[in-house]
């Protein structure tokens, strides 16, 4: 089955620039969301479709991707960006929805 | 759109578990929606999903378990998951969509055991 690779964590000073990577077979050739998951809440939708993003979050939440990696980038860090952050294709080739493993954003 | 999970929180092993996401502020023709599960183990795991029309698509590897059904009267849609193990346990979640999913239930755990 298709394989999502994100880092365990991630650390930040506020302020600054979050980069949270998401590699793949083929991404290129995948749309890429990401979720933002506080302790004891639902994953919520910050980046859809590679680079858009839903109203009402911040455009300091951008997404890219280049070849088989996408990435999400969270800039003038606050506390509360503090969360997991999950990347997720779905794999026409299996008809399956695909999670990352996650990725911890520790805001210092 | 809200999305609220109701069901059994313990069920034993070998039996069925129901769970059903009643959908306001929103209708549930004509979208996708779909139910999703979290555990420590297994992370973020879609389960399936489910069109207004009655349109299904299911996890490979649950498909033999598995059951969404949609009940537009009501605005609401169900999951059936057969023959648990303590494996099943995990946070249970609604959401709307098949490919993005943009809005969520609060989620509810489910504790599989005797």
């Known amino acids: 089955s298709y394989v999502l690779t994100q880092p365990p964590s991630v650390s930040v000073a506020p302020g600054q620039t979050a980069r949270i990577a998401c590699g793949g077979n083929n991404l290129g050739t995948k749309s890429v969301h990401w979720y933002q998951q506080r302790p004891g809440q639902a994953p919520l939708l910050v980046i859809y479709?590679?680079?858009d993003r839903p109203s009402g979050i911040p455009d300091r939440f951008s997404g890219s991707k280049s070849g088989n990696t996408a990435t999400l980038t969270i800039s003038r860090v606050e506390a509360g960006d503090e969360a997991d952050y999950f990347c997720q294709v779905w794999d026409s080739g299996a008809d399956d929805l695909i999670f990352g493993g996650g990725t911890k954003l520790a805001v210092l | 759109v809200q999305l609220q999970e109701s069901g059994p929180r313990l069920v034993k092993p070998s039996e069925t578990l129901s769970l059903t996401c009643t959908v306001s502020g929103d209708s549930i023709s004509p979208s996708y929606w779909s139910w999703v599960r979290q555990s420590p183990g297994r992370g973020l795991e879609w389960i399936g999903y489910i069109y207004y029309n009655g349109a299904t698509n299911y996890t490979p590897s649950l498909k033999n378990r598995v059951t969404i059904s949609v009940d537009t009267a009501r605005n609401q849609f169900s999951l059936r998951l057969m023959s648990l193990t303590p494996a099943d346990t995990a946070v249970y979640f609604c959401a709307r969509g098949a490919r993005d999913l943009d809005h969520w239930g609060q989620g509810t755990p489910v504790t599989v055991s005797s």
């Open positions: 479709y590679d680079t």
